[in-house]
C-alpha cells in the first residue's frame, strides 16, 4: 500500500509538471499561479521551474502562522513539480499552429486535473498553495471567497509582470474544479486506520 502510495504521489508530481509545461507551451494563457511564476521568470532570467520552487516554499513560510503541518506530498510538492516542469518544457517541441497549440492545452489541462487527483489521493499532505488555502479557509474564513482572492491576486500580478493570460486562463478556471472533483475520489487511496 504504501508504494503504491509514494508510486501515485510522484507520478501525480511528475504529471503534473507535464500539465504545466503543455499549458504554457501552448501560448494560449496558463493558470492564475503560472502566469506568475512565468511573469518572474521573465523579469528575471530565471526558470518558470526555479520560480515554481521559490514560490512554493516562499508560500510554506506562510504556513507557519496558520499552523499548518507538510507532510512529504507537500515537501515532493515544492521541489519536484518546478523539475518536472522546466524538463519537460525543455523536452516538448514547439507547437505550430493553433491546432497543435489548443491541444497541448487541452492536454495541459487534462493532466493538470489527473495530476492533481494523483497526489493529493496519495494522502501524502496538500501542496503549499492548497496548504494556504485550507489553512486560511480554517480561520473562518470561506473556501470560495480565499481561494478565489489568491487566484485572482497572483493572477494579476503574473498578468503585470508580463505572463500570459488569454483563454486557456479562462478555459482552466472553469475546469480544474470539475476534473479533481472526477479524479480525486477515483485515485484516493484508502489507508488501513494504523496507517492513517
Known amino acids: 500500500m504504501l508504494i503504491r502510495r509514494l508510486a501515485q504521489l510522484y507520478v501525480g508530481l511528475a504529471l503534473y509538471g507535464l500539465g504545466i509545461a503543455l499549458q504554457v507551451a501552448s501560448r494560449l494563457g496558463n493558470d492564475p499561479w503560472d502566469t506568475l511564476h512565468q511573469g518572474l521568470a521573465r523579469q528575471t ?3 518558470i521551474g526555479t520560480w515554481i520552487i521559490i514560490a ?3 508560500v510554506m513560510l506562510l504556513w507557519i502562522p496558520l499552523r499548518q503541518r507538510p507532510g512529504l506530498g507537500t515537501i515532493s510538492n515544492v521541489i519536484l513539480i518546478g523539475v518536472f516542469t522546466d524538463l519537460f518544457l525543455w523536452l516538448l517541441p514547439d507547437p505550430h499552429g ?3 497549440r489548443s491541444g497541448y492545452l487541452v492536454a495541459g489541462i487534462l493532466f ?8 493529493i489521493g496519495a494522502g501524502f499532505g496538500p501542496g503549499p498553495r492548497d496548504g ?3 489553512g486560511l479557509a480554517a480561520r473562518g474564513h470561506s473556501v470560495r471567497i480565499v481561494r478565489t482572492g ?4 497572483v493572477l494579476l500580478f503574473g498578468w503585470a509582470l508580463g505572463g500570459t493570460v488569454g483563454v486557456g486562463t479562462l478555459l482552466y478556471a472553469v475546469t480544474i474544479g470539475p476534473l479533481a472533483h472526477v479524479f480525486l475520489p477515483l485515485l484516493t487511496v484508502e489507508r488501513s ?3 492513517a
Do not use: H, Q, R, W
Request: charged share 5%.
Open 112 to 119: 493538470g486535473g489527473f495530476a492533481t487527483g494523483c497526489y
Open 132 to 134: 494556504l488555502m485550507t
Open 45 to 47: 532570467g530565471l526558470s
Open 98 to 100: 493553433l491546432p497543435l
Open 193 to 195: 486506520p494504523a496507517a
Open 150 to 153: 489568491i487566484e485572482v491576486t
Open 56 to 58: 512554493g516554499a516562499l
